[in-house]
């Protein structure tokens, strides 16, 4: 199975940064999309931004020019730079990685992370 951990959750006041990070161990043949969601109390889950192993980015419309994803292929590990960060984006953050495993089972895998709170305060 493909696992993954999280890191850099927390406590911040509005206007601050945080960088999440989420590293994918196992047995990994090759990863496509890297992606954070997050889910905040009484809300559905929400893509924040994901990534192409060719580098392409998507932003969700709340997040765009404050967070930027961004992803170290030989470490298996994406990251989440979160910067002027609003008492809305208060939420649980999710790490998804999906690609192919490696031997013997060449398929195809998409894996959570545990999650990792993040909390803004004014």
């Known amino acids: 199975h493909v696992q993954l951990v999280e890191s850099g959750g927390g406590l911040v006041q509005a206007g601050g940064s945080l960088r999440l990070s989420c590293v994918a161990s196992?047995?990994?043949?090759?990863?496509?999309?890297m992606a954070w969601y997050r889910q905040a109390p009484g809300k559905q889950l929400e893509l924040v931004a994901a990534?192409?192993?060719?580098?392409?980015?998507n932003y969700a419309d709340s997040v765009k020019g404050r967070f930027t994803i961004s992803r170290d292929n030989a470490k298996n590990t994406v990251y989440l730079q979160m910067n002027s960060l609003k008492l809305e984006d208060t939420a649980v953050y999710y790490c998804?990685?999906?690609?192919?495993?490696?031997?013997?089972?060449?398929?195809?895998?998409?894996?959570w992370g545990q999650g990792t709170q993040v909390t803004v305060s004014s």
């Open positions: 990534i192409t192993n060719g580098g392409s980015t």
């Open positions: 998804n990685v999906s690609g192919i495993r490696g031997s013997p089972s060449y398929r195809y895998f998409d894996s």
């Open positions: 196992g047995r990994i043949l090759r990863i496509d999309i």
